[in-house]
């Protein structure tokens, strides 16, 4: 990290930002090709969950190459100034890298979807139909490493 100064590398901050996320954004690259999408997720332990259709780009990209990035951020805020230039953006920022995985298994899907489903504020139990399973398609994220940037 360029300034070290707004390294944050307190894991109850991280961890509030995971948790107070709507959205995260899943970065791929295959083919020399990047790609971002946004998603909606759900984090378990060092794992993170997001739910997609089960053809498309991204998942083609994941089957070339398993290596992702991915972000999130909180309390994003334009800091307005009288000279265009002082202009700025008051945030705070997770980035992260892992291993991306194709969950088959019905069981960890319903766990992955039960997640994903309680992050943004689900009530479970869940019943999910084998139809509903079989159509859904759920990529595992292996959090490897994260790093969290704050503006001044």
Not at 21 to 28: I, K, Y
Not at 98 to 121: F, N, P, Q
Request: proline share 3%; glycine share 6%; charged share 30%.
């Amino acid at each position: 990290m360029r300034k070290q100064e707004n390294e944050v590398k307190d894991q109850t901050i991280i961890d509030s930002i995971i948790r107070n996320a709507d959205v995260c954004r899943l970065a791929m690259c295959s083919d020399d090709e990047p790609y971002i999408v946004p998603m909606c997720f759900g984090r378990d332990g060092d794992s993170i969950y997001f739910h997609c259709a089960k053809e498309g780009k991204k998942m083609d990209m994941i089957r070339k190459n398993n290596k992702v990035c991915f972000e999130l951020e909180g309390g994003a805020n334009i800091a307005r100034a009288s000279i265009p230039c002082k202009w700025s953006i008051d945030y705070i920022s997770v980035i992260g890298f892992g291993i991306a995985s194709i969950v088959d298994d019905a069981l960890e899907k319903r766990r992955a979807l039960s997640t994903i489903m309680d992050h943004y504020g689900g009530k479970g139990p869940y019943e999910y139909s084998e139809n509903a399973l079989d159509n859904a398609a759920i990529i595992k994220v292996e959090i490897r490493n994260v790093s969290c940037k704050k503006s001044n």
